[in-house]
């Protein structure tokens, strides 16, 4: 599925490429992508080319399940998208593809007991858990304001989407006694599998940037 819409997205591209001479833009936005910038290249009235890249970092302190981490959030993303704009104006509908980098590397802060598949455990026997979060590449959906390929000079962005994602944890203890016990490691992929349920509530992304524009 993913192969095909980036050869739709390119198809698209080729084929209304033929329509008309193409303008250029820049454009800088932040949201829940993080802070981003992009290129916009306007193939016809109705077209778009878009190349964008994201990034953000974040630390927090949080708990899942009763075991605190201190969480590192590394938002990496870059995209190409086509818009389309129905009235060649400013509204478009977006598909596109995002090569998705974000992370979060978890640690757990110090406890004396940590409870792990239902079970609980010493901490000093458990050392520390680490945990690591990816999301994988995915489709991007949505619609927006903004057409920096067709309009001289400022203008305004806003987007609302969607992005199909993947969210994968792994975790793992190091530092303690158990690491080689086959209970505690069955106690710790049930963990794993119990928070990877709740991970899957979030295959469906929300995306909302907002930004300013200029074309050349």
């Not at 084929?15 to 981003?36: C, D, I, N, P």
């Not at 818009?83 to 004396?112: C, K």
């Not at 489709?139 to 969607?162: D, M, T």
């Amino acid at each position: 599925m993913r192969q095909l819409t980036v050869a739709a997205v390119a198809g698209l591209m080729l084929g209304a490429s033929s329509m008309a001479v193409a303008e250029m833009g820049v454009g800088v936005k932040a949201g829940t992508l993080g802070f981003g910038a992009e290129l916009t290249y306007g193939i016809s009235e109705s077209f778009n080319a878009r190349l964008g890249l994201n990034s953000y970092s974040f630390s927090d302190t949080d708990s899942y399940d009763d075991i605190e981490y201190d969480m590192d959030l590394d938002w990496q993303s870059s995209g190409l998208f086509l818009d389309w704009h129905p009235f060649q104006g400013t509204f478009r509908l977006t598909l596109g593809y995002l090569l998705n980098s974000n992370e979060i590397a978890m640690v757990s802060t110090p406890s004396s007991t940590y409870d792990i598949g239902g079970v609980s455990y010493d901490a000093a026997d458990v050392g520390k858990l680490n945990g690591a979060v990816d999301f994988g590449d995915g489709i991007f959906y949505g619609l927006g304001w903004g057409n920096a390929g067709n309009a001289k000079g400022l203008g305004f962005i806003f987007e609302l989407g969607v992005l199909q994602q993947s969210p994968d944890l792994a975790l793992k203890a190091s530092g303690g006694t158990l690491s080689d016990d086959p209970t505690f490691q069955e106690n710790l992929r049930r963990e794993e599998r119990d928070a990877q349920d709740d991970l899957d509530d979030f295959d469906q992304y929300p995306v909302v940037s907002l930004g300013i524009s200029y074309s050349f």
